[in-house]
């Protein structure tokens, strides 16, 4: 098992063709170079060498915060079938955020919960698998038990996401003046 805090980790099973990975490894264009990365989904505001369509290099980006109200749960299908498209066209696929440790590794396994239908819990321990370090927070494992509930759909308009959004608003602090 690996215990490196590296830049990169490939998850298993997926025969170096999906990593999770850290904001400098999407910077990094000696990175992104030696494993031919050709997809990449950024979890953040923050720039990469990506963000240019002339890096040849598709791009997903979810500008989503690393805080547990933040809404991950409704860009999951998206972030999975980006996943899913990639790797079933032969790319080579980053997931990222700034750390490598809660948004990607949620989107990661979200995408291993619709893919080959494991539990939040099963999908996580594939994940650890290779970079053991990995640390969801609490309001991202609410959302993939909800994802895996909502059979893998949520949408403004599905009663369980709807009941979840209104809960986190009933409790966000007021910020208006």
Not at 9 to 31: C, K, M, Q, V, W
Not at 52 to 74: M, T
Request: with cysteine; glycine share 6%; hydrophobic share 40%.
């Amino acid at each position: 098992m690996s215990t490196s805090w590296g830049k990169i980790n490939p998850i298993a099973g997926f025969e170096d063709r999906l990593y999770l990975g850290t904001l400098d490894a999407a910077i990094s264009p000696r990175t992104l170079s030696d494993r031919r990365i050709t997809h990449i989904v950024s979890l953040g505001r923050e720039p990469i060498p990506a963000d240019n369509p002339a890096s040849g290099i598709q791009h997903l980006r979810i500008p989503v915060e690393d805080v547990d109200y933040a809404d991950l749960l409704i860009h999951l299908p998206t972030t999975s079938r980006f996943i899913y498209n990639a790797l079933n066209n032969r790319g080579i696929v980053l997931v990222h955020c700034v750390q490598g440790l809660s948004r990607s590794a949620a989107v990661i396994a979200a995408y291993l919960m619709w893919s080959k239908r494991l539990s939040p819990t099963d999908a996580i321990a594939e994940i650890r698998k290779t970079r053991e370090q990995v640390w969801i927070n609490p309001g991202f494992m609410e959302q993939l038990v909800l994802f895996e509930l909502c059979q893998y759909a949520p949408s403004p308009q599905e009663g369980i996401y709807v009941k979840w959004r209104q809960r986190i608003e009933r409790n966000l602090p007021n910020t208006a003046s």
